[in-house]
């Protein structure tokens, strides 16, 4: 199996559990609060090395105590942590306003520093899988570069660089289709769409008592690489990514722990 590589967001979260979504003036009280670990690099990341891949984190932490828990988190999950960037400063840290249908509102509180990490492209093998789970366009060059040495791209959009495989991710992302790319779409409860070739299919949600769909997207991306990394087809990852995200929004985490 190859090596998968994440490059990331890798953050400490704060859940707040709402009754309704307040207008703007107005005032909502909080039934429930939760401190947990979360990022959509780590969350990522974390899946797959429970599921028993090799995974490298890229990306980064500040100099706080969130940092040196995340960095604690991650190499308890078997996670390699070697290319993680210790930053002065902050961790990147997120407030969650997760609804009673578990649908979640996001804030991110502190700078995103993530345009800012050295990406080691040296460090990839021919078939490695690499995953941006989110995209600058300072990672343009080392993608192209990480193509070129013979490894699998996949991204968040817009990550559309000719040598893209996948962009995965929800369809409020997308802003079109790419010719090239095969663009896998999430769609919440309404399930999954790929698109190839000018062609579409989609394929149903698993039916799930929702608490929080913080994650579920995570979920979803880790389950796809897991089958693909596993030389499974592109449909079998779909269905693996949908099983793994149903699993993840019945728990009140930001991190998917329970998909096995």
Known sequence: MPDFWI???IAWDLALYVDHLPASGHFVQASETAERPGGTG???AVALSQAGGRVHMIGYVGTDTAGQN???LLTAAGVDVGQVQVLEGRTSTVVL???PNGERTIIGIHPDLLHTITIPTQAMA???IVYFAAWHDTFTAAAQAMA???ALITSVPPGTIPAMQYLIGSRNDFTAVPDKTIAIMTEGANGVTVYSSGKSAHYPAIPADVVDATGAG???AAGLLWEVGNGKTLVEGVHLGLAWA???VQERSSMPTKLQ
């Open 7 to 9: 490059i990331g967001p």
């Open 42 to 44: 780590a969350n990522v």
């Open 70 to 72: 995340m960095i604690n």
């Open 97 to 99: 306003l997760v609804e």
């Open 126 to 128: 021919p078939g490695d």
């Open 148 to 150: 070129v040495a013979g």
């Open 218 to 220: 995570d979920a979803f």
């Open 246 to 248: 149903a699993a993840s």
